[in-house]
């Protein structure tokens, strides 16, 4: 039952990301009309001089519809290659340990994977996680053992399954240290 609440997770916040992103591709086509007649909105007769035939509101307008588009195409695509990959890929064992990292004004709990290879030289992947519920803490900075999937195209962790629970990894973050 916790895995699905995990799987409800990721949707839910897929359908607040591709929100976030139709809101700057709104603000964007507003910025637009602003620049051709922003009487539209209402606005008083001595303003719209500040905004008419401004070509700083079409360069605005473009790049917050550009951003808009590339952040809902990422915010769409993604969760479900994810689920794709947990229902297609199979998985396979790795040493886990989850940090909570903290700096420049973000937080992030961030998964250590390593490969049960022996030897020291064992290749490690750094990942960030996304759509991390709280429960994720009773495994902060514990060394246990966890299915992983891995991404087809690149090769890298994309989802780790622990006995109760899947946690996402965020497109990108994937890096071996």
């Known amino acids: 039952m916790a895995k ?27 910025s637009i009309l602003l620049f051709i007649d922003p009487s539209i909105f209402g606005m008083a007769s001595d303003s719209i001089m500040a905004y008419q035939g401004r070509w700083i509101w079409v360069i605005f307008g ?27 890929q199979p998985s396979s064992p790795m040493r886990f340990q989850l940090k909570f990292k903290e700096g420049n004004g973000n937080a992030q709990y961030v998964a250590y994977l390593t490969e049960p290879t022996p030897g020291d030289h064992a290749p490690t992947w750094c990942i960030g996680l996304w759509a991390v519920s709280r429960e994720v803490d009773k495994w902060l900075d514990r060394v246990c053992s966890a299915k992983v999937y891995r991404d087809p195209r690149t090769g890298t962790p994309a989802i780790i399954e622990l006995e109760d629970m899947y946690l996402w990894a965020m497109k990108g973050s994937a890096k071996q240290v």
């Open 62 to 88: 473009l790049v917050f519809i550009a951003l808009g588009i590339f952040f809902n195409i990422i915010a769409y695509r993604w969760p479900r290659i994810l689920l794709k990959i947990l229902h297609t």
């Open 4 to 30: 699905e609440r995990c799987i409800r997770r990721l949707r839910g916040y897929s359908f607040l990301s591709q929100f976030a992103s139709l809101l700057v591709f709104a603000i964007g086509v507003l």
